[in-house]
């Protein structure tokens, strides 16, 4: 399974960006896709998850929105009201099977895209 991810760019606080991720081989409605950002300097961190509903980190609830679109086969993360510690490499990951882990952790996902670099100026 290859994830491609894209949509990454430069914005102004306060501004929208969309991240969109198409898994090869895989269905979206089947899996488990995730989001997780790592910031320059620091460890990679859980942005957003969807398997039956959406599940989102404190940091972005209410400014982000991860939504799956079958059709297109393609999971995006909406990102609005964008804030300077949003800066990050985005990255998107796909489960395999059945999951064990909690999804906010990495180990709960067997693929992961190259990442998309986000950059937001204050």
């Known amino acids: 399974v290859q994830l491609q991810a894209s949509g990454g760019g430069f914005m102004q606080a306060g501004g929208s960006l969309r991240l969109s991720c198409a898994p090869s081989?895989?269905?979206?409605?089947?899996?488990?896709m995730a989001w997780f950002r790592q910031a320059a300097g620091k460890e990679r961190e859980f942005v957003a998850a969807f398997k039956s509903t959406p599940s989102y980190a404190d940091s972005v609830k209410g400014r982000f929105t991860i939504s799956r679109d079958s059709a297109k086969n393609t999971v995006y993360l909406q990102m609005d009201s964008l804030k300077s510690e949003d800066t990050a490499v985005y990255y998107c990951a796909a489960g395999s099977g059945v999951i064990t882990s909690s999804l906010r952790t990495g180990s709960a996902y067997t693929y992961w895209g190259q990442g998309t670099q986000v950059t937001v100026s204050s």
């Open positions: 081989g895989r269905t979206v409605s089947r899996i488990v």
